[in-house]
C-alpha cells in the first residue's frame, strides 16, 4: 500500500487507518508552536480540518451527532489562541459504532504523527492498568507520565479506551489537569486534548433511538438533548465506569459528551462498500448481502440495528471473498 497523504482517502476500515497513520506527512511547512512557558519545542500538532471533516463524511457511518459534536468542538479549541482549559471529550455508545475509529482519525489528522505521534497517548485498562491491586502504583505513574508529557508539550492528545473497565478512582488523578486553572504543577495543559471512550450509555442512546424510530421520526432529528441527560444518568449508574462517584463528573469537567447511535442495516451495508475499496476491490453484491445476511441485529422483533455496528465488517469480508 502507497504512503498515505493527510486528506481524505477512499478508505474506511479501522485497520487500515491504524496502518496509515504511521506513515509521516512530509509535506507540510507550518509554523512550529510554542509548547510550554518560556520554552520552545517541535509539537507536530498540525491539525488538518478539512481532511477531518472529509473523511467523517465519507467513512463514519450513521453518526450526524458524533461528526458534527467533535469538529465543532475541536475547531473553537484549536482556534482559541488561549484557552482556558484543555478539551475534555467524552464519547459514549454501542460497540462497533465509531468511537475507536474517530479517536484515530482525530490523532491522524491533528498530529503528523499520527498514532504514533510522541504527543499522542493511548491508555488501555487491559494493558496499562491489568491489575486492580497495584492501583495506588497505576495513579502514581500515569500522574506523572501526563505531567512529564504536558511538560515536554502542551499540544499533546491522550485516549482512554474501554473506560467502562477502569477501576473507579483512577482518573482522579487526572482532575487537577481538566479544569480551569492556569498551571498545575508548574506546566502548561491547557492546549490538551482528553478523549475518554465507553460503552457505558450505548444501551440508553439505542432505546432513544429505537423509539425515535417507532415514532417514525428521521434519525437525523435526534438531538443531543435527548441522549446527553440518559448518558450522563448511565455514569452515575454504573460503579465499574472509570468515573463512577468522580469528581470530573461532579465538578462538570467534561466539555463534550458524544453519542454514537446504533448503526442499521444500510449503514452496515456502507462500511462493507467502503472496506471493499479499501481493499481495492469493485463493490460485489453477494458479498455485500452475504455480510450482512450473516450480521445479527437487533431487537428480535425489528431487526433493526447490528449488534455488533461495523466491529467485524472486515473478517466477514475476508471470510465471503
Not at 125 to 132: R, Y
Request: glycine share 6%.
Amino acid at each position: 500500500m502507497a504512503a498515505a497523504t493527510r486528506g481524505c482517502r477512499p478508505w474506511g476500515s479501522l485497520l487500515g487507518l491504524l496502518g496509515l497513520v504511521s506513515a509521516a506527512a512530509a509535506t507540510w511547512d507550518l509554523t512550529s508552536l510554542h509548547c510550554h512557558f518560556g520554552t520552545f519545542c517541535e509539537c507536530d500538532f498540525q491539525p488538518d480540518f478539512q481532511g477531518l471533516e472529509c473523511d467523517l463524511a465519507q467513512h463514519l457511518a450513521g453518526q450526524h451527532l458524533a461528526r458534527a459534536l467533535v469538529v465543532k468542538a475541536l475547531k473553537a479549541f484549536v482556534q482559541d489562541p488561549a484557552p482556558t482549559k484543555p478539551l475534555v471529550l467524552s464519547l459514549h455508545g454501542w460497540t462497533g459504532t465509531g468511537k475507536s475509529y474517530v479517536s484515530s482519525l482525530l490523532a491522524h489528522y491533528l498530529f503528523r504523527g499520527g498514532l504514533r505521534s510522541p504527543h499522542v497517548h493511548h491508555f488501555s485498562p487491559v494493558i496499562h492498568f491489568p491489575h486492580a491491586s497495584h492501583m495506588e502504583r497505576y495513579k502514581k505513574d500515569l500522574k506523572s507520565w501526563v505531567q512529564g508529557n504536558l511538560t515536554a508539550c502542551s499540544r499533546s492528545l491522550f485516549l482512554f479506551d474501554e473506560m467502562d473497565k477502569l477501576d473507579p478512582g483512577l482518573m482522579e488523578v487526572l482532575r487537577p489537569f481538566l479544569g480551569s486553572s492556569w498551571v498545575v504543577f508548574g506546566t502548561n495543559y491547557r492546549k490538551a486534548i482528553f478523549m475518554f471512550i465507553s460503552n457505558t450509555g450505548g444501551e440508553q442512546i439505542n432505546q432513544v433511538a429505537l423509539e425515535a424510530w417507532r415514532s417514525r421520526r428521521d434519525r437525523e432529528e435526534i438531538r443531543l438533548q435527548e441522549l446527553e441527560p440518559v448518558i450522563s444518568q448511565a455514569l452515575l449508574d454504573n460503579p465499574h465506569h472509570g468515573f463512577w462517584r468522580s469528581g470530573i463528573i461532579e465538578e462538570h469537567l467534561l466539555d463534550v459528551v458524544v453519542p454514537f447511535l446504533p448503526l442499521q442495516r444500510h449503514h452496515v451495508r456502507h462500511c462493507v462498500l467502503n472496506e471493499l475499496a479499501h481493499l481495492g476491490l469493485e463493490p460485489r453484491e453477494e458479498v455485500v448481502q452475504a455480510v450482512l445476511d450473516s450480521t445479527t441485529f437487533f431487537p428480535e422483533e425489528e431487526q433493526l440495528f447490528s449488534s455488533n455496528g461495523c466491529k467485524t465488517v472486515a473478517s466477514r469480508i475476508a471470510f465471503f471473498l
